[in-house]
């Protein structure tokens, strides 16, 4: 009996790399727990586009929204660890949530099998295109001296917008109030109907309005300036030493066998680093950054949670 079992175990443990080797054979599916048409959205078609063309198989994106992009999540955490279904993941749903939902069904560290980095990128700081604020200082002042501060529309709580500004309240000492949407694309939808009075949305997600007229930057996250917005100072330049951004990657069920999770990791570093998908994501505001290895990305998310988790308990940012 004993020598049965560990026929099993080794059998197990063979097939995890032939399975790594002939992977997909079927249709891969990408869970994006946000809106269609916002950041998350969009880079996960680009890739998608790219690995179906590659691999021969359909890569399809699912929008499984709400909850901060949670749902998705979770969605993924419960899937069969085959490498059929990952998520992409981001900011919130894989940094914050643990700190921010007392029942979370899974945790943001040890609950996924983490594959890659993909990109990273800054946000931008909008206000209407009507807006008397004439940049960061402006928004600072007025939020100071106005009665109940102002409101800004954030892609959900504890997404990488909500904590960016969060942070900018903290550094700048000044209460600003959130109405939370699903997606940074309805969050911006929001700003350009009149309901708040600022927003932060990815460069890519903000764009389109940006070239309409209908919104105006005054500020990026990133140290330095964006290239796609030159005449945009850094939020730094106003606040010393405020640095944020943000970034998107890939995350498989617990229990995936290393074996898949490496193989996952290699066929969408070679994505990344085709000349055609760099210049793709330049053009949105963002940068390539391709994990080496899983474990590599692993301490990477480790790093994050740490920091971005004492941001929010100093800000008292929790969910409902």
């Known amino acids: 009996m004993k020598i049965a079992g560990f026929a099993v175990v080794l059998g197990i443990a063979c097939a995890a790399p032939l399975h790594a080797q002939d992977y997909p054979v079927k249709p891969v599916r ?168 600022f927003s932060m949305v990815s460069v890519s997600t903000a764009l389109a309005q940006l070239a309409a007229g209908k919104i105006r930057a005054i500020g990026v996250t990133s140290a330095k300036p964006v290239a796609r917005l030159p005449n945009v100072p850094p939020i730094g330049d106003t606040l010393a030493g405020y640095d944020a951004v943000s970034f998107y990657g890939l995350h498989a069920p617990p229990q995936t066998p290393p074996a898949l999770v490496a193989k996952l990791q290699q066929e969408v570093a070679k994505v990344m680093q085709r000349a055609d998908v760099k210049e793709r994501f330049d053009s949105l505001g963002m940068d390539v950054v391709a994990s080496n290895t899983p474990r590599e990305f692993t301490t990477f998310m480790k790093n994050q949670i740490e920091l971005w988790t004492g941001v929010a308990k100093a800000a008292n940012v929790r969910a409902e």
């Open 30 to 197: 990408f869970v994006v727990g946000f809106a269609a048409g916002g950041a998350s959205d969009t880079l996960a078609r680009i890739v998608a586009k790219k690995l179906t063309d590659s691999w021969g198989q359909n890569v399809v994106v699912d929008n499984r929204t709400g909850a901060g992009g949670t749902i998705g999540a979770d969605m993924v955490v419960r899937a069969l660890p085959d490498g059929y279904t990952i998520f992409v993941g981001d900011f919130g749903p894989n940094v914050l949530a643990g700190s921010l939902y007392a029942k979370l069904s899974y945790a943001p560290l040890a609950g996924f099998a983490h594959v890659t980095q993909m990109v990273s990128f800054p946000l931008v700081l909008l206000v209407p295109a009507a807006s008397p604020l004439a940049g960061v200082k402006d928004l600072i002042e007025q939020a100071k001296s106005k009665s109940g501060g102002l409101v800004y529309s954030s892609s959900g709580v504890g997404t990488s917008p909500h904590m960016f500004i969060e942070l900018i309240n903290l550094m700048a000492k000044v209460t600003t109030t959130p109405i939370h949407y699903k997606g940074g694309a309805p969050a911006l939808v929001g700003l350009v109907s009149g309901e708040g009075d």
